[in-house]
């Protein structure tokens, strides 16, 4: 395994970083496979197996970032080095014909997922500005995304748990909207709202009840894509070009939520209070916290105990010793010859 064989134009953050996911993902591979520990050829089999299910740019990510982690298991032990060959001969079967980059088989026929495309960030001044035409838009239900964008933007709710949301004093109490596959930490969830005024909480009751009024009839998917045919309509209105070709979604409020927590909290606590199961959920498919740059600090908290309820999966991968003591874990000898 010659080191000479990486890309010369990565930089040791960048390889530090794709050696990082790939370990990630070689434990997602883990618990979906069943088998413990998986070798490399099927940890390579594993993800060309299960392709479909990512966009295009993210199967060259993730397929980068398993060969980084290969490639370094491979020059840290070189008794293994003609398996893990064999491993990153299967990620490089085909050559994508649009970019003559490697590509996993059928990778470039594989239909790109709406959610790739959808806008994650939102600077404070775009904020600004959406919620200026909201204000002045004649839509049906820009009464209903304005308020929507302004405590989705800080609360960080899913849109399909507002309409469980109910206001106990001054805690938000909402039903965690992935609790049924495992993915939540708990059936419902608190922000606690002790840190803003009266006047701020009762703004939010008043939208928690209009949106009962709304959806009075049982139709949340109606009232949903209203908002966000408003919330794009706005974007439209303001005339910014980066606002009108990926506009405001109801889940990039969620995001920007994210962003503004992971700035201000713990992990344990941005997973407490975006309702997810481990602190590792938001590292990974949230936008960054680099995108919470220009937005007011964020006040809201988790109630006493909730940390407690977060399985903690996040590592730091700093120490190269770690990464040896994982592969010697992870990449066993396979019994037979590839």
């Known amino acids: 395994m010659d080191p000479a064989n990486r890309d010369r134009t990565r930089t040791p953050a960048t390889a530090k970083a794709y050696r990082k996911r790939g370990i990630l993902l070689l434990e997602m591979?883990?618990?979906?496979?069943?088998i413990d520990p998986l070798t490399s050829i099927q940890f390579a089999e594993w993800f060309l197996a299960r392709k479909d299910r990512w966009s295009r740019s993210t199967i060259r990510t993730y397929r980068a970032s398993i060969r980084e982690c290969l490639v370094d298991v491979g020059i840290l032990?070189?008794?293994?080095s003609k398996h893990i060959d064999a491993a990153l001969g299967l990620l490089a079967k085909v050559v994508d014909p649009e970019t003559g980059r490697l590509a996993a088989p059928q990778a470039i026929k594989t239909p790109r997922r709406t959610s790739a495309?959808?806008?994650k960030s939102l600077t404070a001044t775009e904020f600004n500005a959406v919620d200026a035409a909201l204000v002045g838009l004649r839509h049906r239900y820009a009464?209903?995304?304005r308020p929507y964008l302004s405590y989705t933007s800080l609360l960080g709710l899913r849109p399909c748990e507002w309409p469980t949301a109910r206001i106990i004093g001054t805690?938000?109490?909402v039903q965690n909207g992935k609790n049924s596959n495992g993915r939540a930490n708990g059936s419902t969830r608190t922000i606690e709202l002790d840190a803003y005024s009266e006047g701020y909480i009762q703004g939010l009751s008043e939208f928690i009840a209009?949106?009962?009024?709304a959806t009075a009839d049982g139709e949340w998917r109606r009232v949903h894509a209203g908002i966000?045919?408003?919330l794009r309509a706005a974007c439209i209105a303001t005339g910014i070009p980066g606002l009108i070709r990926r506009p405001v979604t109801p889940y990039t409020c969620r995001h920007v939520a994210a962003a503004r927590l992971k700035a201000a909290k713990t992990r344990t606590e941005v997973a407490a209070l975006l309702g997810h199961a481990t602190d590792e959920t938001a590292s990974r498919d949230y936008a960054p916290r680099s995108a919470a740059r220009g937005w007011k600090p964020i006040r809201t908290r988790a109630p006493e105990g909730a940390e407690d309820l977060i399985r903690l999966r996040y590592v730091s991968f700093t120490d190269r010793a770690s990464l040896v003591q994982n592969a010697r874990r992870d990449f066993p000898p396979p019994t037979a010859a590839p």
């Open 171 to 173: 805690s938000l109490v």
């Open 228 to 230: 966000r045919r408003a």
């Open 117 to 119: 495309g959808k806008r």
């Open 77 to 80: 032990m070189p008794a293994k």
């Open 29 to 34: 591979a883990t618990r979906e496979t069943g």
């Open 210 to 213: 209009a949106l009962a009024r």
């Open 143 to 145: 009464f209903l995304a």
